[in-house]
């Protein structure tokens, strides 16, 4: 089973659309969780860190449920500028490499 | 803001050929690491490094490759006697922490072409 698994979409909304993106991980000992985004031929940037509780971070929303072994991203009110792959990335309590998932993409449509 | 810088952007080399990637991670991190892109696939790990040796390698980091810090500032990663198969993004990253509790920061890639 992969570390990391996200529906690789693509997700194509309208500007103004809300989205959400679902990602799912392998290892219950996964410690930390992180959303990067990527846009084409480009490098990982970091979007948010997830945090137990849930946090926000403007327009963007992550969540964790441990439970379950997910983490979601939602995006409010998408830009054009949203436009990119969203990256969902977890760690292992031993160890310091990120596994990333393959990746989401996201079209926000005028 | 502070940002990993990576030499070259693009790099074609011929089969069978050594290539050295460089990278200058953020000045005040102590981890840095490689990862690599093959087109349409996602980031794979290649290898952490910390206090001048490496500290966890993947199964692709095998005898071909190798990582130094040659100086305070550098860290470069080598791939010998390339394959067809090496092409790819090679990213850089570093971070403050290790243990993937902090975000790593990643440099804009070097385009490696094995022709």
């Known amino acids: 089973r992969k570390e990391v698994e996200q529906d690789p979409g693509p997700f194509n909304v309208p500007e103004g659309a809300t989205v959400a993106f679902n990602c799912t991980y392998s290892?219950?000992?996964?410690?930390?969780f992180f959303w990067y985004r990527q846009d084409c031929r480009k490098e990982p940037k970091l979007l948010m860190s997830v945090y137990s509780s849930g946090n926000e971070d403007g327009r963007f929303t992550a969540q964790l449920n441990r439970a379950s072994q997910y983490i979601s991203l939602l995006i409010r009110d998408s830009k054009l500028s949203d436009s990119a792959t969203y990256l969902c990335v977890v760690t292992r309590t031993t160890g310091n490499q990120f596994y990333f998932g393959t990746g989401t993409s996201l079209t926000v449509i005028p | 803001e502070p940002e990993v810088t990576q030499t070259p952007s693009h790099q074609v080399t011929q089969m069978g050929q050594e290539v050295i990637l460089r990278c200058v991670p953020i000045?005040?991190?102590?981890?840095f690491y490689w990862y690599r892109q093959i087109l349409g696939q996602k980031v794979e790990f290649l290898v952490s490094f910390y206090n001048n040796e490496i500290s966890e390698k993947s199964e692709i980091f095998d005898d071909q490759f190798s990582v130094e810090r040659p100086d305070g500032s550098n860290f470069t990663l080598k791939i010998r006697s390339t394959k067809l198969e090496d092409s790819a993004m090679y990213f850089c990253?570093?971070?403050?922490?290790?243990?993937?509790?902090?975000?790593?920061?990643f440099g804009d890639g070097t385009r490696l072409s094995i022709l």
């Open positions: 000045s005040n991190h102590l981890y």
């Open positions: 290892n219950s000992a996964s410690q930390s």
């Open positions: 990253a570093s971070s403050e922490a290790g243990q993937g509790i902090q975000p790593q920061h």
